[in-house]
């Protein structure tokens, strides 16, 4: 899971996400727990190569947006040098009350590799956030995993980039993890095509476990649902992604 070469693609892979609509949904989220924007401090987690962060320190924010890959950060740097951009290891975490809100957008958690590294990270966090900070985040659900996402193989056809994406369930994994196999194929001036290989994995906890978690690690859960709509998420058995926003309880000792 190097990254490496899926930096070099990742922004023509996702010129469909609406990073605006997804900023909005939130910098909602964090003016409903009462924050404001105008210079408080926002850690991005998982922020690869910028463009949620960038878009964020437009609403105001003071954003440090963190990545374990190099190449995302150097790429993210490329766009704004000015914001202060770490690399760290999220579930690594090593800061003190230092945030008012913390953000980890497009399923960035799922790209950890074990619940421990769930824990932690969420750990992590806590003692990142001022008391009464908030984080919010996205993760991919467990039906996208297995009915979704699974065994199946997808092709992106772009002008000058072709991409074939196979990936592998692994079949009884309680965290039902997705090997996911990229191949590149960049078209070179005189026509002949460079071939470019990474490969991640993504794992899949449920929204009970994840809230299981959260509050074990000191956070009060102020929300859970769908993706963007914010539903229950009985009344979405299909969704795909779900969306928590998580305060920071005052206590005297923090785990």
């Known amino acids: 899971m190097s990254y490496e070469d899926f930096s070099l693609f990742y922004d023509r892979l996702t010129e469909n996400v609406d990073y605006v609509g997804l900023v909005s ?8 727990y009462g924050l404001r924007g ?24 003071r954003v440090t947006g963190c990545d ?9 740097a490329g766009k704004d040098p000015k914001i202060r951009w770490l690399c760290t290891d999220m579930s690594k975490l090593a800061f003190g009350e230092e945030f008012d809100f913390a953000v980890c957008a497009l399923d960035g958690i799922n790209h950890l590799k074990s619940r421990e590294s769930i824990f932690e990270t969420f750990r992590g966090v806590y003692k990142a956030l001022k008391p009464g ?27 000058g980039l072709y991409c ?11 965290l039902y993890r997705v090997d996911m196999f990229l191949d590149f194929f960049r078209e070179n001036g005189d026509g ?22 959260l509050e074990e690690c000191g956070f009060e859960v102020c929300e859970i649902g769908e993706y ?28």
Not at 46 to 51: F, I, L, T, V
């Open 25 to 32: 949904r939130y910098s909602t989220t964090l003016r409903r």
């Open 38 to 61: 105008a210079g408080e401090e926002l850690l991005e987690l998982g922020c690869g190569s910028g463009n949620v962060s960038l878009l964020l320190k437009k609403e105001g924010y």
């Open 68 to 76: 374990l890959s190099p190449d995302m950060l150097a790429a993210a």
């Open 133 to 159: 900070g908030v984080f919010a985040a996205d993760m991919n659900t467990i039906y996208k995993h297995t009915d979704v996402l699974g065994n199946n193989a997808f092709v992106f056809d772009y002008e």
């Open 164 to 174: 074939g994406w196979q990936n592998e369930l692994e079949e009884g994994d309680p």
């Open 192 to 213: 002949s095509y460079t071939r470019f290989v990474d490969s991640l994995s993504e794992i899949a906890v449920s929204p009970e476990e994840t809230k299981e978690m």
């Open 228 to 255: 963007m709509t914010g539903i229950k998420l009985s009344e979405a058995p299909r969704a795909e992604k779900f969306m928590f926003a998580a305060r920071k309880k005052v206590r005297k000792e923090i785990l």
